[in-house]
């Protein structure tokens, strides 16, 4: 296994935390809004972040263990139709994954770079009542995430040498 295979799994079970911490955070809101009658606000703007990390680096952590999805009636008796289906979906994949990360670089850049007037750093802001800088930092991991899975596809490509 390689070392970025190996971060990947680690990354995504890290992430898998954010679940956790999301349950933590709905209980709090709930006990909050509900036992103490003091609403938060920011209980619902931290979830949506937390599961939107979980799910970023969830495709990077599928790739590395292998466990993707797949339609395996039609390959699991013909090694070759698989050898041409798997080579098929990581050209895909890689093309997607590529536009993905462009995208996700262009919206980055233009979420972080953002200066005011005065020239202070003013990243992009979610405009709720808590109004955090939170969603710009999410872009920029939606960019990290991209490229790490792509880096995974890419490497699937290259044919591994047997010892």
Not at 29 to 38: D, Q, S, T
Not at 105 to 129: I, N, Q, V, Y
């Amino acid at each position: 296994m390689s070392f970025l295979e190996r971060f990947a799994l680690w990354l995504g079970r890290m992430a898998a935390w954010c679940f956790a911490a999301i349950i933590l955070v709905m209980v709090y809101e709930v006990l909050a809004r509900y036992g103490f009658n003091a609403p938060t606000t920011w209980a619902h703007e931290v979830s949506i972040i937390l599961a939107s990390v979980g799910f970023v680096f969830g495709g990077a952590f599928c790739m590395a263990e292998g466990t993707h999805m797949r339609i395996s009636f039609l390959v699991d008796k013909r090694p070759w139709l698989a050898r041409i289906s798997n080579a098929l979906s990581l050209m895909a994949g890689a093309v997607y994954l590529s536009g993905l990360c462009y995208a996700a670089w262009r919206m980055a850049e233009k979420a972080l770079w953002r200066f005011s007037l005065s020239g202070a750093w003013d990243p992009e802001r979610s405009g709720s009542t808590l109004n955090s800088p939170l969603p710009s930092y999410l872009k920029a991991l939606l960019f990290v995430g991209c490229a790490i899975f792509l880096l995974l596809v890419l490497q699937r490509m290259i044919p591994r040498r047997k010892a």
